[in-house]
């Protein structure tokens, strides 16, 4: 275990905080490169009326979204609930913001190596501590995955302490040991929330 908790504190601790940097000057950097967004080929159904693959340039990779675009996925774009502010103009410069900015900030991190990883794709994945922490699923997990030389390691711990909150600590990337062999891209977060709100209710 000291490996590692090595990996979690000052490997991918770090970085998850720089996931947290990226994101926070999202809505900034997004503002400025929106109107270079281009169309791109998209083989999928429309997500709603209006929506084309839209993508940011390349540099502007890590505030991208590589699986909707700049329009945002059929849920978002005219809904109210997902988009409560610009759900009239899904097609709209500022709804296209909202989504890449506040919605799903630094979404185009989830596709680069440093800050993703397929766990299916792992030699394998272990866990010290609980199975399953989420809502309502309380205790905490220490879980790792191991690709060849790179380790990808999380925490995860979920405790009620009043009836109206929980606290919720995750740090690192947020693998499922109880879904090994899942395919889909695993991306990092850094989220301390004395004031989840809890499930028990």
Not at 114 to 122: D, E, I, N, P, Y
Request: charged share 20%.
């Amino acid at each position: 275990m000291f490996y590692v908790w090595f990996w979690l504190l000052l490997i991918d601790l770090p970085l998850a905080i720089l996931r947290v940097l990226v994101a926070i000057v999202g809505p900034a950097v997004v503002l400025v490169a929106l109107p270079f967004a281009r169309p791109k080929g998209h083989h999928g159904n429309p997500e709603f009326p209006g929506w084309e693959m839209m993508r940011l340039p390349r540099l502007f990779a890590p505030w991208d979204n590589p699986d909707y675009g700049t329009l945002g996925n059929r849920a978002y774009g005219t809904s109210k609930a997902y988009n409560p502010f610009f759900y009239k103009n899904p097609t709209g410069f500022w709804s296209q913001w909202y989504w890449l900015a506040i919605r799903n900030p630094a979404n185009g991190l989830s596709r680069m190596a440093l800050f993703s990883c397929v766990q299916g794709a792992c030699d394998y994945v272990r866990h010290e501590g609980r199975l399953v922490v989420d809502n309502g699923k309380y205790g905490r997990q220490v879980v790792w995955a191991k690709d060849g030389w790179r380790l990808f390691t999380g925490f995860y711990a979920m405790m009620p302490y009043c009836p109206w909150f929980d606290f919720e600590c995750r740090i690192g990337f947020k693998l499922l040991p109880d879904d090994p062999e899942r395919e889909r891209p695993v991306g990092m977060t850094f989220i301390i929330n004395p004031f989840k709100r809890a499930a028990r209710r």
